[in-house]
Structures are given as C-alpha cells and as structure tokens.
C-alpha cells in the first residue's frame, strides 16, 4: 500500500490467500481495502475461484481491484465452467464470493477433471533428468488440445522464447524423491482414495484416527527405517487423509502447490509411482504447454504454485482493458465474460479437435 501511495498508478490489482480473509475476523482484508480508499482510489474485493473458469482444481483466491476516481473501476468475470467445491468461503465475506447467484440461469460449461488435463502426458520415472523430451502420444481431450496449441494458434502476443519445435515437451519432471520416500511409495495401492492408511501395519481406530496395529509387526525399509513413518501418523492428530495420498483421475485437486514432497499432501499420480511433475502441475494451473520454466527443479515448482491460475488472469486482464476503454456501466460488480473468450481460432480448433471427445479418454499407463 505504501508503494501504491508513492507511485498513484491508474490501476491496482492484488492478490492473496484466502486466509488474508480468515485472520483477526478479517482484520487484513478490511485494512487493505480501507487503505485504498483513504488514499482515494476506488475499491472492490472478490473471491474467485480457478476452477471456476476451467481447470481441474479448487484454488479459491482473494483479489483486491484498485482505481482512480477518475476511471472506470473494474469488476470481476463471473464464472465460465462448473467446478467440484474443495474450499470454505470465510463468513465475513461471504458476499464477495464471485459467482451466480443460486436461481440464475447459469449455461456453464462441465466442471474438468484431472484426466482431462494430464491424461495425455507420457510416462516417466521417479529420476527423469531431462527438461526437454519428445511429446509421443496424441491429445485426448479439449483442454489438451488447447493447452497444447503453439503461441500463434494460442494468439498469444506476448515476447518470449521462439515457439518449441513439434513434439517438444517440457519440464516433465518429477521432484525425486530419496530412495525411502521411493518405496514407500511404490507400495500406495494404484486405485482411488490410497494413502498411507493403506500400507501394511495401520489401522483405522475410532473417529477415523489411525493407530499401528499392535498384531503386526512394524514394517521395515530396505535402510532400516520404518514403512510407515510416525509423522504420517500424528498429522492432524492421526486423522488426515494426505501422507503419501494418490490423486485420482476423476478428481480435482484442491489447490497447486509450491512443494512436491508427499509427506503431508495428496501429490502422487494416479498410476505412476512418482510425484506430479512440474508440467502436470503447469497443466492444473492453465499454463500452455510452449512455457519453458527455467531454474532447479524445486524453484519451478514454486514458480508454478505461487502464480495466479492462467485463465484466471486472462479473465481478469480482460475485465481491465474493458474498464480502461470504458465499456463498463453501472455499480454492478460482476460481468459476464464473451462466450468466444477463450482465444482460440476456430478454425484451429477444429483441425486439432476433429473426432476427439471427452468421452473417449483413456488412461495414460
């Protein structure tokens, strides 16, 4: 706030957690806003949600709009897709929460899955050292026709590197984990809901909270630690579902994250013994195959969990040029987004999508 209060910029756009929202009853998020306005800027808060404009999963975000009086505040694009609830709106702000309302006709388009957005990716080991390999297997659904189109198609005008040559893939590339960690993993059953819960010498006691069973003996590594490691058992005092959990491929996720350690978060693919990579997570988070993320492994990590959701920003960059040309009228807060926002030729569409469907999706081995 201090650096809006020195530059006085047209504009302001913030973002943040939700729990900017949670902490002190909101104590932050009113400040933020009361902030702007003593500096006289026009305000207004949202929370959206990413999957909310098509992605397969939850991340609901506060967003914090700034404007002179002497242009048109922005609003917030109301939602496109469908999504599966993963979050809890904090009741204080609940009416900042940006979507329809329960008895408008909405028209959105079906919530997307974790199928539809990595289902195409190949196989790869725990050790995959090489952050460029060859893209061997065709799109299988819509999003992955899209989200695999190149810059020109993608009508993306931006500078950056040249457009990666035919069949590239980038930055595929599990965090490996150490050789304990490895084979803890390859015994997570492959099938929907497996956890830690699930390996040999746990069981589940009253309340839903896990306990060793005291029939069998405890399991040990090949290095002489144990299968199943006593913080897997005490988080969240024994009730938590996400030690070492396998993600499904009818499921979302909650949120993309900055770690890819499986210790206390469900980040394992759902057939592979190996952690998401980066370009899966990149994928969850709507960024376009052609990005080539640059760093050690981990710092790619964080730079994919730290951004704001790709169609997110476009929907939000959109409702900012529409306000600095001064295409919005009345105090409504929320706008409807063009039904050919998505920006995508036709004509391309067609030539990369014919006799594709979601339905025909298979399971990548």
């Excluded at 201090?2 to 973002?15: A, G, Q, S």
């Excluded at 746990?202 to 839903?208: D, T």
């Excluded at 030690?243 to 980040?267: K, M, S």
């Excluded at 105090?331 to 014919?354: G, V």
Aim: proline share 7%; with cysteine; charged share 25%.
């Amino acid at each position: 706030m201090d650096i809006v209060n020195y530059l006085r910029p047209k504009y302001v756009l913030m973002e943040n957690v939700v729990d900017i929202l949670k902490f002190a009853d909101g104590l932050l998020g009113r400040y933020a806003l009361s902030r702007l306005v003593a500096m006289s800027y026009q305000a207004r808060l949202g929370l959206m949600v990413a999957g909310s404009y098509g992605l397969p999963q939850f991340r609901m975000r506060a967003f914090l709009w700034g404007a002179l009086p002497s242009v048109v505040l922005p609003k917030f694009p109301l939602p496109t897709h469908d999504v599966i609830n993963r979050g809890v709106v904090p009741n204080a702000f609940s009416q900042c929460l940006v979507a329809y309302n329960e008895n408008e006709d909405k028209h959105l388009k079906e919530a997307l899955l974790i199928r539809d957005a990595i289902s195409d990716l190949p196989k790869v080991g725990n050790h995959q050292p090489n952050d460029v390999m060859d893209h061997c297997i065709g799109p299988k659904t819509k999003f992955q026709q899209y989200i695999r189109l190149n810059r020109k198609d993608m009508k993306d005008y931006s500078l950056g590197d040249a457009t990666p040559k035919e069949g590239q893939l980038f930055d595929h590339q599990p965090l490996q984990l150490n050789n304990d960690d490895y084979e803890r993993v390859q015994q997570i059953p492959v099938k929907k809901g497996a956890n830690f819960r699930d390996l040999k010498g746990v069981r589940v006691g009253e309340n839903n909270t896990v306990e060793f069973d005291p029939d069998i003996p405890r399991v040990l590594l090949s290095s002489g630690k144990p299968l199943v490691p006593s913080y897997a058992m005490t988080f969240i005092k024994g009730k938590s579902l996400k030690p070492f959990g396998r993600l499904w491929w009818d499921e979302t996720v909650a949120t993309v994250v900055t770690r890819a350690e499986p210790h206390n978060q469900i980040v394992l693919h759902p057939n592979q013994n190996r952690v998401l990579t980066i370009r899966e997570n990149a994928r969850l988070q709507g960024f376009p195959d052609y990005y080539r993320l640059l760093g050690p492994i981990k710092q790619k990590y964080i730079q994919v969990g730290n951004a704001v959701a790709v169609p997110v920003a476009r929907a939000l960059g959109y409702s900012l040029g529409q306000a600095y040309q001064g295409e919005f009228d009345g105090d409504y807060p929320l706008f409807k987004l063009p039904r050919n926002f998505i920006p995508m030729d036709q004509a391309t569409l067609t030539r990369l999508s014919e006799g594709t469907s979601r339905g025909e999706v298979e399971e990548a081995e």
